[in-house]
């Protein structure tokens, strides 16, 4: 039975073992065999696809900072209004109650719609401090147009992070995710480039011999590091 890549390999450990075997190829001269030229090809071409989604992946991933930032700042508002609404002072009262009445459009749960909805909504919020009477109201409430202005901040660094990530999500829609794109250079490798090497390695082990010990080599050393990081988590489970 050939030597294969432990499926429970993860993304990075196998693409790990992808660019290890890439580099490996690039040290032997096996350029006349067509067929696995072709095949290593396919692994080289789906590798940089994972490498491109897991980029892509990343800056997903960081929207959600940016996102805990703008909704701590609206939190804020809402809840030093709230605070408001209870000072001794009737004039803060009053002026509280007008910011309150226009917060109330959107409600706190703002901070718990979608990405594309909250900015909808914190954008038309931001207009509506820019009404006569809440600009007048707010501007009454000690310190409130540093939150207002915090809020404008945090909103356009949020908003720009994530136009871009739409404009690159538009440009590659039709990118698999990476975990998927990993699946399938485990399986290119399992499948057709160990199996095709052990075979090889018999008929001719003059010329496939010493690349195929170390590909061996490398795909045995990331089984040992999966069955490792498996049993560290299955023990920390018990």
């Known amino acids: ?27 032997f001269d096996l350029s006349i065999d067509g067929y696995l030229n072709e095949v290593l090809g396919i692994i080289r071409e789906n590798t940089d696809k994972m490498f491109e989604s897991l980029n892509e992946e990343v800056v997903k991933s960081s929207l959600s900072p940016l996102d805990a930032i703008r909704d ?4 804020v508002i809402f809840l030093e209004t709230k605070a408001k609404l209870l000072w001794p002072d009737d004039n803060i009262v009053e002026a509280a109650q007008v910011v309150m009445d226009m917060l109330n459009k959107y409600g706190m749960e703002v901070i718990n719609l979608s990405y594309s909805d ?3 909504c914190i954008d038309e919020m931001l ?13 009454k409430l000690h310190g409130f ?6 809020l404008k901040k945090d909103q356009k660094v949020f908003n720009t992070a994530f136009e871009e990530y739409n404009a690159r999500k538009n440009e590659k829609k039709n990118l698999l995710s990476a975990s998927k794109i990993a699946a399938l250079i485990r399986e290119q490798i399992n499948k057709e480039l160990t199996t095709y090497l052990e075979v090889m390695n018999k008929i001719k082990p003059d010329i496939y011999n010493k690349c195929f010990e170390s590909i061996k080599s490398i795909i045995l050393e ?17």
């Open 118 to 120: 909250e900015s909808r």
């Open 222 to 238: 990331n089984n040992k590091i999966v069955k490792i990081r498996v049993k560290s988590i299955n023990e920390s489970k018990l």
């Open 1 to 27: 039975m050939p030597f294969v890549i432990n499926y429970r390999s993860n993304v990075e450990e196998i693409s790990a073992v992808a660019n290890q075997i890439l580099e490996v190829f690039e040290k």
């Open 145 to 150: 147009s540093t939150l207002i202005e915090q």
């Open 72 to 75: 701590k700042s609206a939190r």
């Open 127 to 139: 207009t509506d401090f820019e009404d006569e009477k809440v600009k007048d109201a707010y501007g």
